[in-house]
C-alpha cells in the first residue's frame, strides 16, 4: 500500500465559509464566501452598512457568527479562537486604542501580550514604528494625538508582530493625502508573504493597493475579480473621451456624427468640454474606435487637449451595483390597538 | 498566566495615568477619618483597638468601590477598545481576571494608605494586632467581593454612570440583608432558618465575623465563592454580547 498523503482543500490563508451574521430580523451579512491567499490584498468595497466591519469583527473573532465560520492560517476563528488569533493583526474601526497610554507603553503591552521574546520584541518595536512613522509621539497620551497618528498608533499595533494575516477596516480614513500615501505605501510593502483585507469606500485605494476587491451591498458580494475587471464592467469601459476647448465642442460632435455604431455623451465644465464616444456593443473594436476618433479630429484640424481610451470605472460601477432599486423602506404606521 | 499579568499591570498604571486614582484616594481617605473619629467616636470611645475604623468599611465601600469597578468593561466598551482586547490571543477569563486583579490592588492600595491609623492605635494604647491584620484582611475580601459584583454589572453596559447605580444598589442588597435592622424585621415572623440563610448571604456578616480577629475557613470560603461566581458571570455576559454584537 502506498502512502497516504493529505492534500489541504486550500492554501488560502484566509477562508470565510458561507458566514451570516443577524441581529434580530435583520440580516447583516448574508452567506458570505470567499479566501484570500498569500501576497493578495483583498479590498472590501461597500457602502455604509453593507456588512463590512460586521464581517471583519467575525474574522477576527469579536463576534461570534450566527452560522458558517472564519479559518486563518487554517485554524477555525469559531473553534480555536487563541491560535488563529496569534496569527492576526487587526485594525479595527476608528484605530480604539487606550487613550491615557503613550504609543510606547501601548506597543509594549501589545507585544508583552502576544509573547514576543525579548530580542524579537525589540527589532518588532522598531520595525512597526518605522512603517507607522511615529518617532514624534512616542511619549505623549495617545487622546491628545492627531487623528493621523492616532490611525497610526492602530496600524502599528496591528503589524507589530509581523502577522501572517492582517485585517484593517478603513486604515487610511481620517487621513490627510500624503498620510494615506505612506499608509498604503505600509501596506504594499508588507503584502508579499501575507494575506491582507482591507475596507474601504474609497475607490482610488482600491486601485492604487489591492490585488482583488470585492464589492458587497446589503450583506452579499456583489461583485469580484481584480480591480481592472471590475473597472471592465463599467459602461465606460472601451469608450473614448475626447478633451477640447468648449469653444470646438460643435465642430467635433459634426466630425463624429456620421460615425456608424455610436453615440455620445457631452460634459460641459467652463471651458473645457468632454465628449464621450461609446460604440454600439456589435460596433466598432475599442482601439479601431480610438482610431477614427483621432483621425477625424486631425482630418478638420480640431487639437484635443486630451483623448483617451477608458479602462472602465470603478466608481461607475459601485455606484450601478449598490444603488440598485432597494425594496422601498417599510413605512411606519401607527396602529391603534 | 503571563498575558493575565500583563493585563493586570496595564490596568493598573491605567488607574494613575489621570488625577483620577489620587482624587479617589485622597477622598477615600478623607471618609475613612470622618467615619472612625466623628461617626465612630473614636477618640470617645476610649479603646485601644480599631472596631470604630473598620464597622464603616461596608457602607464606605459601597459607594467607592462602584467607582472603581464602573470602568470595568463599560469603558472598553464605550471607547472600542473592547474589540482589540477580545481579538488578542487571550484566554477571555484572563482578561476578567486581570482586570479585576488590577481593580482589587488599587483597592488594596487605598487601604493600606490607611496606615495612620494603625500608628495612631499602637501609638496610644496596646490594640491587639493580630485582631487589626485579619481586620485588614477581611476588608480586601469585603472589597474583593464588591468588586467582582461590580466587575460582572459593568459588562452588562456601555454607560458607567448606569454599571455605578446598579453596582451600588446590588452591593447593598448584599450587605443590608445582614444588617440587624433587615434582620428584626424578618426575625419576628420568619423561621430562624431563613433568617440564617439571609444573613449568610450578607458580606456584612461574613465581615464582621472576621473583625472580630476569627478567620474562619467558612468566612474565607463565602467571599472566595461569591467571587468566583460573580467573575464566572463576568466571562458568562462578555461572552454573550459577542453573540448579541452590542
Redo the contacts between chains.
Sequence with gaps: MGKIFVIPATDSMIEIDRLV?K?GDFT?VNDLSFSVESGQVMGFLGPNGAGKS?TM?MI?????PTSGTARIMGLDICEA???A??H?G?L???A??????TPR?FLE??I????LDKIAARTALGRAIDMTELYGVLDQ?IDTLSKGFRRRVGLA?AIVHDPDVLIMDEPTDGLDPNQKFQVRRAIEEMSEHKAIVISTHILEEVDAICSQAMIIDRGEIVAEGTPSQLAARSRYHGAVTLTLDTALKTKAAEALADLAGIHMEVTTRGDETSLHVFAASDGLEPSALLAQVRERMSAQAIAPRALALETGRLDDVFGELTRKARPPAPRYEETSA | MNALLTITRREFAGYFSTPLAFVFIIVFLLANGLATFYLGAYFAIGQADLTSFFMFHPWLYLFFLPAISMRLWAEERRNGSIELLLTLPVSLSAIVVGKYLAALGFSTLALLLTFPVWLTVNYLGEPDNGVILASYLGSILLAGGYLAIGSCLSALTRNQVIAFVISVVACFLFTVSGAPLVLELFQSWAPQALVETLASFSLLTHFRAITTGVIDARDVMFFATLIGVFLTATVIVVDMKKGEGA
Excluded at chain 1, 477576527?60 to 461570534?64: C, D, E, K, S
Excluded at chain 1, 480604539?96 to 497610554?101: F, K, L, S
Design positions: 451574521k441581529f447583516a460586521t469583527k477576527t473573532g469579536f463576534l461570534r479562537p487563541l491560535a488569533q496569534t492576526l487587526y479595527p474601526e476608528g480604539p486604542a487606550w487613550p491615557d497610554m507603553a503591552f501589545i508583552r501580550i502576544r509573547g497620551p499595533q
